[in-house]
């Protein structure tokens, strides 16, 4: 019932920025928590930010000060704002979502396809 789309990511430079976007579509459905999470190579794939809808959010030590996660609920929408890039935040990066699906009154988590973000030395 809910697919993900995410675009923004890229090659950059160390110190550089990328704006992180993800869009949920589809129907029957209303969004709840959202997150971003990367997975580099031979790495598990770890919780890089989280929002909920009301708006509380939660950061990985890691990107703390660097990064801002943000939503649009008018849109579906969720953001990642990344600065100060450095070449360990080198990973795919995707969009979580955990939806509330009406006809089943349940929830259920979708994933976005992934999107690269490589950053250079």
């Known amino acids: 019932q809910v697919q993900l789309v995410e675009s923004g990511g890229g090659l950059v430079q160390a110190g550089g920025s990328l704006r992180l976007s993800c869009a949920a579509s589809g129907s029957g459905f209303s969004i709840h928590d959202m997150g971003w999470y990367r997975q580099a190579p031979g790495n598990q794939r770890e919780l890089v930010a989280g929002?909920?809808?009301?708006?509380?959010?939660n950061y990985a030590d890691s990107v703390k000060g660097r990064f801002t996660i943000s939503r649009d609920n008018a849109k579906n929408t969720v953001y990642l704002q990344m600065n100060s890039l450095k070449p360990e935040d080198t990973a795919v990066y995707y969009c979580n979502a955990r939806a509330f699906i009406f006809i089943s009154v349940d929830f259920r988590d979708y994933w976005g396809q992934g999107t690269q973000v490589t950053v250079s030395s």
């Open positions: 929002i909920t809808r009301g708006g509380s959010t």
